[in-house]
């Protein structure tokens, strides 16, 4: 109760504040927020997760050697996702603008993904395997979101260009009825490529924290008159908000990363995982940047890559794999490098993946 009346009133406050502050200051107060809000409850989050025995399950029927090193997070808690999750919601709805669509529809990717990812990782503890729900579930209910989305897009907007990167004028001026085949590969495909990458002790948020960090800027172009003019893009007014709502993710992303980090002392599960993902797709696809997702976002690529090319290899090979494991960082660890050797490397890639597709921007 003491929670509720104290958000009620922080909202009653920074309403006003909300609506004449400069984007740039929103931003970093959202960043700010997010951060503190997840510092701040982390510890209750975890205490509560360990009284709920809501721990790992480590898979061992596949891969034995993987087993032996995972072994240690056998039992650390799970779900830690809820507290991206309150994070991002809370200063979201604290510094971002509610009368603008952009701010509704992303908000609600990244909650109903959320929950999917929760219902989840609810089943793999109730039932103390690494399973959860169908693919086939999760699949529909991610496909159901993105037309959700395009539904709403195609019933308050008219035109849907597509561009690529190093082309300032768009490929197709008009997607039409395609929008929507393309706001399912986007959305699903960037959802499904972050919880693939969830597999070390900070890997997935410190890159869904680069990833989001160079989609503040690409907001902030994007949406500025000016900008936008001299560098060639489309611009798209309502996306201003998305700015806020990727700083938030910045200032979450290094919140739970604070007790992420290895040894990590909660795992985000796919509750956080296929949120974050699904959020980061949804924010590309109202940029009119998908295909620039492609570069930005090149570690999730990779990702998956890694795991389409070895079932592709083993079923049409004779059983051939390429890599040692899937996906390419389990691939790593395999070979002998440390777990946090792998992270690190990976941070550095998804840094210059995310600088290079801000590079793309002025070469066209």
Not at 72 to 95: D, E, H, R, Y
Not at 229 to 251: D, H, M, R, W
């Amino acid at each position: 109760m003491l929670y509720y009346l104290l958000y009620e009133k922080l909202f009653e406050y920074f309403s006003p504040f909300r609506m004449v502050a400069k984007l740039s200051v929103r931003s970093g107060a959202a960043a700010v927020t997010a951060f503190l809000i997840s510092i701040i409850f982390g510890p209750y989050l975890i205490r509560l997760l360990y009284k709920l025995k809501v721990g790992q399950q480590i898979r061992n029927d596949e891969c034995p050697p993987l087993h032996t090193l995972h072994k240690n997070k056998q039992g650390t808690p799970t779900i830690g996702g809820l507290l991206i999750i309150i994070s991002v919601v809370m200063s979201s709805l604290l510094w971002m603008r509610l009368d603008n669509l952009y701010t509704w529809i992303v908000l609600f990717v990244f909650v109903s993904l959320g929950a999917l990812g929760f219902a989840d990782d609810y089943l793999k503890v109730k039932f103390k395997n690494a399973k959860g729900l169908r693919a086939r579930t999760k699949m529909l209910v991610q496909i159901m979101v993105a037309l959700i989305v395009a539904a709403i897009l195609f019933y308050t907007e008219s035109k849907f260009p597509l561009y690529v990167p190093f082309y300032k004028h768009p490929v197709v001026q008009n997607m039409g009825i395609f929008f929507a085949f393309l706001a399912i590969l986007v959305i699903v495909g960037a959802s499904n490529a972050a919880n693939l990458t969830d597999g070390l002790d900070g890997l997935a948020i410190g890159t869904v924290t680069s990833v989001a960090l160079s989609y503040v800027a690409l907001a902030w172009i994007v949406s500025n008159v000016k900008w936008s003019g001299y560098l060639n893009i489309y611009y798209v007014p309502k996306a201003s908000e998305l700015t806020i709502f990727c700083a938030t993710l910045v200032g979450a992303g290094l919140g739970f990363l604070w007790y992420n980090a290895h040894p990590a002392m909660v795992f985000m599960g796919d509750t956080g995982s296929l949120a974050l993902g699904g959020a980061i797709g949804t924010v590309a696809l109202l940029l009119r940047k998908e295909i620039l997702l492609l570069i930005i976002g090149g570690v999730f690529v990779m990702e998956a890559l890694s795991v389409i090319i070895q079932i592709t290899s083993f079923r049409l090979m004779k059983g051939r794999r390429p890599f040692k494991m899937a996906p390419i960082h389990h691939h790593f660890e395999m070979k002998g490098w440390p777990e946090t050797r792998v992270t690190i490397r990976f941070w550095i890639l998804a840094l210059i993946f995310a600088l290079a597709g801000l590079i793309t921007l002025k070469i066209q």
